[in-house]
């Protein structure tokens, strides 16, 4: 489960994209239907190859809305970032992007709507010209460009698949055991009582659970969950979740604050943080600077407190304190972003340190910037976490480099998310250095194992008369490093979830099994077979007969051997005719096509071709006209 956000201009078409991707119009204010213009945030869901399910908040693109639009945005995996072919980039393109670029939003696809609106290719050319420029030096440098148009529909199967792949590659949200919804909608419906929806994130949700709402700290009870409008009874990190609570009244819940479970989060009102501001900011911050501070789906007053410096200008980095009108639930590793209250613009953002900062700091102390310069590499229990995770597959070795952690500390934090369960170990190897230690996250070893199993009954599903999927296409499918997809399908072969013989790949559970129509068929053949197994029909007499998806099962069966390209045994005349040449090498030293042939009372053809499929088998070898054995006969499946 991944949730998608749009951004771009107002009128680029962001919701009646969406409603063309899903059948689900997002606007679902009456002014934004009149005004035929996002005002709040929207929400829709789509389904992708493969059941990929993904949740689409769509934002607002107008400038007035803008900080409608950061509420929408903090919880997406990627953005579907909208422009339309007519106008090209525009301002709120820029801004938007700079928001995505503070919030490290680092995957997407961008849409070029409206291209039925544009003849002249030359402007189409230029327009995505434009565009790679504007996104170039950004998070979505290098994002793939879809045209497509929304009203006839093409370009959509291109933008869908695009969106897929972009997916694909993103990891799906760690499950921290701490769950937090911010909430992002607030309604009361009849019969249920108050219904807040969010994207979950750090945890799961149950039905049951008792719930606090923060910052306010009134408690309720999960009555009933929802994801895509179905009912769930738990709901994990990462999904745009509808929670209904009872004993809590509409009233007492607004946008901006966060569902938990009592007692894992405290509000806070003075935080450490980083800040870096935003290029084209023309007047420098200055310290004690009022802000808007926007986080999740929270906005509330600041002030900044600069620390180390006395201004930050354009594109300068600094620590700063922001303390806080009203309490607020930040975490370690947030992202957030501030604004100038008037005139409204953007100016920056960075990472959360300390969500509960214990003192006003003298601005230029030495202990105190040396504390933040350490604070900024982040909690080793969740930089490892991040780090694994982005790569998805490392050494213990190297993700402790990677991490750029102190080598002591790292250790003690890595070994600890083992003990957890937050990291697994998917396998083991030995090199000169020692023993090194494979790890992925155990959401993501969980996720690949299950896609792998999948991928195996997917194809029993399309080739139910097919033995199994070759080991090597299973690979290929399943789009691993070699080395991950080997440890990881090695786990599945020990615990016997998949099977595999002669390179080929299935469930345990799964047979072939023929409709009593083909099974009249096959048994027509192996009469025929019978009546003749020494010049028995050819591969196409019997694809002519029972069919190629048939006459393939009964090879991977085992019940034909197939020694050539038109020539197949039954298995037991193989056998057979196989223990008669060793017996005759064995008493004659030889044995030559001639031979054979008159042995057998057989043509040329099938002669030569049994012999020279026991030379492929290396059974035999070949010298001169006649075959002998090989000293070390190597067994096959048939040997």
Not at 100 to 109: E, N
Not at 111 to 136: F, M, P
Not at 139 to 165: D, F
Not at 556 to 574: H, K
Request: glycine share 8%; with cysteine; aromatic share 6%.
């Amino acid at each position: 489960m991944y949730v998608i956000g749009t951004a771009g201009h107002v009128d680029h078409g962001k919701s009646t994209l969406i409603e063309a991707l899903t059948g689900i119009h997002p606007d679902r204010l009456k002014e934004e239907k009149l005004r035929e213009m996002t005002i709040d945030l929207g929400f829709a869901w789509l389904e992708l190859p493969g059941g990929l399910e993904v949740g689409i908040v769509d934002v607002p693109g107008h400038r007035d809305f803008i900080e409608n639009m950061l509420a929408g945005v903090g919880g997406i995996d990627a953005v579907l970032f909208v422009i339309a072919a007519d106008e090209g980039v525009m301002p709120q393109t820029r801004e938007h992007l700079l928001i995505l670029d503070i919030l490290q939003i680092q995957r997407g696809v961008i849409a070029l709507t409206k291209i039925d609106l544009v003849e002249d290719a030359e402007w189409l050319s230029l327009v995505e010209s434009d565009i790679q420029h504007a996104v170039e030096n950004t998070c979505l440098a290098g994002t793939a460009i879809v045209p497509v148009s929304a009203r006839t529909g093409k370009g959509l199967p291109e933008l869908k698949q695009a969106i897929y792949q972009c997916l694909q590659k993103t990891p799906q949200k760690i499950d921290l055991g701490r769950p937090r919804l911010p909430v992002d909608r607030v309604f009361t419906l009849t019969g249920f009582g108050t219904v807040v929806t969010g994207t979950l994130q750090d945890g799961t949700l149950k039905v049951g659970d008792e719930i606090e709402v923060l910052p306010r700290g009134v408690r309720g009870r999960i009555r009933g969950l929802q994801s895509h409008k179905r009912k769930e009874e738990i709901v994990g990190p990462g999904r745009r979740t509808a929670v209904n609570i009872s004993g809590i009244n509409a009233d007492q819940i607004q946008r901006g604050d966060v569902i938990s479970l009592p007692g894992l989060y405290a509000p806070t009102q003075r935080v450490d943080a980083t800040l870096k501001i935003a290029g084209g900011v023309e007047i420098p911050i200055q310290h004690n600077m009022e802000v808007k501070f926007f986080h999740a789906t929270s906005e509330v007053i600041g002030r900044l407190r600069l620390l180390g410096s006395e201004q930050l200008k354009s594109g300068e980095e600094g620590w700063v304190q922001i303390e806080f009108r009203q309490p607020v639930v930040v975490v370690n590793g947030d992202r957030y972003i501030v604004r100038r209250p008037s005139p409204p613009e953007t100016l920056g953002g960075g990472t959360i340190l300390e969500t509960n900062s214990p003192r006003r700091y003298k601005r230029f102390a030495p202990d105190v910037l040396e504390r933040l310069k350490s604070l900024s590499t982040g909690d080793p229990l969740q930089v490892l976490l991040h780090t694994i995770q982005s790569v998805r597959f490392i050494s213990d070795k190297e993700v402790l480099q990677a991490a750029r952690l102190d080598p002591l500390l790292g250790s003690e934090a890595l070994e600890k998310l083992l003990t957890i369960g937050q990291v697994v170990v998917i396998g083991e190897e030995s090199n000169r250095s020692g023993l090194m230690r494979w790890l992925t996250t155990r959401n993501i070893f969980d996720h690949e194992r299950e896609r792998i199993v999948n991928i195996v009954k997917e194809f029993h599903q399309k080739f139910p008369l097919r033995q199994g999927i070759p080991r090597e296409a299973l690979k290929n499918r399943a789009g691993l490093t070699p080395k991950a997809f080997q440890f990881l399908y090695q786990g599945l072969l020990d615990e016997n979830r998949l099977l595999e013989e002669n390179l080929i790949v299935r469930l345990p559970e799964h047979t072939i099994q023929f409709s009593p129509q083909q099974e009249r068929l096959v048994s027509r053949l192996m009469n025929e077979f019978s009546d003749s197994p020494y010049s028995p029909p050819s591969v196409r007499d019997c694809v002519d007969m029972i069919g190629e998806d048939v006459f393939q099962a009964l090879v991977e069966r085992g019940d034909l051997i197939q020694v050539a390209s038109d020539v197949v045994f039954l298995a037991s005349t193989y056998q057979e005719m196989l223990t008669e040449v060793k017996n005759w090498i064995q008493q004659h030293g030889s044995i030559t096509v001639a031979q054979f042939r008159d042995r057998f009372s057989t043509s040329r053809k099938f002669a030569l071709a049994f012999l020279e499929y026991l030379d492929q088998r290396r059974i035999t070898v070949r010298e001169g006209d006649a075959r002998k054995l090989l000293q070390q006969e190597l067994r096959g499946n048939h040997g």
